[in-house]
């Protein structure tokens, strides 16, 4: 098992306990405990704040990616300046956001009239973002030293569950919303606490070099130039996935904007394997590119295309089966507001298949990024957002929230259409057989065969009925085709050693 296939089996697995976890957070405690109202203005300080915090950034996090194992390989942890240098040029862009806010406090305000309680609680997001910010640069260098599992457990895990336990000091009335709010805004304090000892304590990683090295002096042309391209591509790509937020709750209010909230984290689910593999992937194709290993790189390619089609359509078909299932429980635990969850069924189908064709596309984004043509991964992503804006605006306009996921639909496929295309004519890279075809289409009419059989009036007998059948009747076929040998393996692996193990020790 390569160190890809290990971490990312991790990864994984913190990544999955967290999604658990904000499942519970979202769909049981936050409809229990919160208004629609202020489940969306939640929901809207993380989305700002996320965008926020990458544009503080200014270009470093993509030149930690890129360029740390230079500096590690020529200067060593004691006399490497790249985290000083990166870390001023951080709080600089976070000192230009709190000027520009300041200045521009009154128009933000203005432009949030559909939605007054995010403009009265809106100075919240800037200590979010502060602390987020800091995560993001602790994190990048994180990855380069191969740390991502960690960081991926503190980010996906360790988050959520500071989150149950503030959502819980609210629902038994220990705080009101404002103290919520503050301590919300200060989420990210313990994580990046945790993962700055835990770089320090790994010897490989200091701040305390404050001499500009020859490797700077000889780099800095470049990685200006590489940090201002895939910065502005890595904040519009960002820009087009948070937008619809922006456009919700400017346009028709926070309410609207939980129940999108709800529809893009379920089938965010999808994205559990994609991420892990991300935060893995990207060092080792960096170093690929560096040694210019290009048979590593379609390895990696072909691999991440096989595992992550084969686990996004299992995600797919048992998010899609138990989506009425879903809305009858949201309906019954919101009994505040009466319920009004209906309209998330089709959201989360439309936007559930944009997921699975960025899923389907594998690593694309990681391959161009870490290439000597990441100037391509701007203008991809430039196209993305002159897209999607417009197309966000006039579709919610004319087609409220479901317009809107048709949006995301249409934008994240023509944004890999072109990705793909580019990354075959480019470097003939292909990374799809016969195999994924025959399992896509099997693997759909798999999913319309098991959504026939009769519902149950008990929703819980009726999720465990439809997604025992169906994630049997799926391993059967992933066992057949074999599209994924190496997810299968560890499937395989996993019911033939570790679950009897587990039993064995109880």
Not at 16 to 34: R, S, T, W
Not at 293 to 322: R, T
Not at 440 to 448: A, F, K, Q, R, V
Request: charged share 10%; hydrophobic share 50%; net charge positive.
């Amino acid at each position: 098992m390569g160190i890809i296939q290990k971490q990312g089996v991790k990864s994984s697995f913190f990544i999955l306990m967290g999604f658990l976890i904000g499942a519970v957070n979202l769909l049981v405690l936050f409809p229990m405990f919160f208004s629609k109202n202020d489940q969306g203005l939640v929901r809207a300080m993380l989305d700002i704040g996320a965008t926020l915090s990458v544009f503080c950034t200014l270009g470093t996090l993509p030149v930690i990616y890129k360029f740390y194992p230079f500096y590690n390989h020529y200067l060593g942890p004691k006399k490497n300046e790249l985290p000083f240098i990166t870390l001023i040029i951080n709080l600089i862009g976070f000192s230009l956001l709190l000027i520009i806010g300041w200045q521009q406090k009154d128009f933000i305000i203005r432009k949030l009239g559909k939605s007054p309680s995010l403009g009265q609680y809106f100075n919240y997001v800037y200590p979010y973002t502060f602390f987020l910010l800091i995560f993001y640069w602790l994190e990048a260098f994180a990855w380069g030293l191969r740390k991502g599992v960690y960081s991926n457990f503190l980010r996906e895990t360790l988050i959520r569950i500071l989150t149950t336990l503030l959502i819980i000091a609210f629902g038994l009335k220990y705080i009101d919303l404002v103290g919520f709010l503050s301590l919300f805004s200060l989420l990210y304090v313990i994580p990046s606490l945790l993962l700055l000892i835990n770089l320090i304590q790994s010897k490989q990683f200091s701040f305390k070099s404050l001499q500009i090295s020859n490797v700077t002096k000889r780099l800095k042309g470049k990685m200006f130039s590489f940090a201002l391209f895939v910065f502005a591509g890595q904040f519009f790509n960002l820009l087009a996935r948070t937008n619809d937020t922006f456009m919700i709750v400017g346009l028709r209010g926070l309410s609207d904007a939980s129940i999108f909230a709800i529809a893009t984290y379920v089938s965010a689910i999808l994205e559990i394997p994609q991420r892990s593999l991300n935060s893995i992937s990207i060092p080792v194709l960096a170093s690929s590119w560096k040694n210019k290993d290009f048979a590593n790189i379609k390895h990696v390619y072909h691999k991440s295309v096989s595992n992550l089609l084969a686990i996004g359509l299992l995600l797919f078909g048992l998010i899609w089966l138990n989506t009425d299932n879903l809305i009858a429980f949201l309906n019954w635990v919101s009994h505040k507001e009466a319920g009004g969850y209906d309209a998330i069924g089709k959201l989360i189908f439309i936007l559930g298949l944009a997921k699975l064709i960025d899923l389907a596309t594998g690593v694309n984004s990681q391959i161009i990024g870490t290439s000597n043509f990441w100037k391509f991964d701007f203008y991809t992503n430039l196209f993305y957002i002159l897209l999607s804006l417009p197309l966000n605006y006039y579709l919610i306009k004319n087609y409220n929230l479901e317009g809107l996921a048709y949006s995301n639909l249409i934008a994240l496929t023509l944004y890999n259409s072109i990705r793909f295309s580019f990354l075959y004519f480019k470097f003939n890279l292909q990374p799809y057989t016969y195999k994924h075809g025959l399992f896509l289409l099997l693997s759909i009419g798999l999913i319309l065969l098991v959504h026939q059989i009769p519902h149950a009036n008990n929703i819980l007998a009726n999720i465990l009925l439809q997604s025992s059948v169906f994630g049997l009747s799926f391993y059967l076929l992933v066992s057949w085709i074999n599209p994924a040998p190496e997810a299968l393996e560890i499937v395989n692996n996993f019911f033939k050693n570790k679950l009897p193990a587990i039993f064995r020790k109880k």
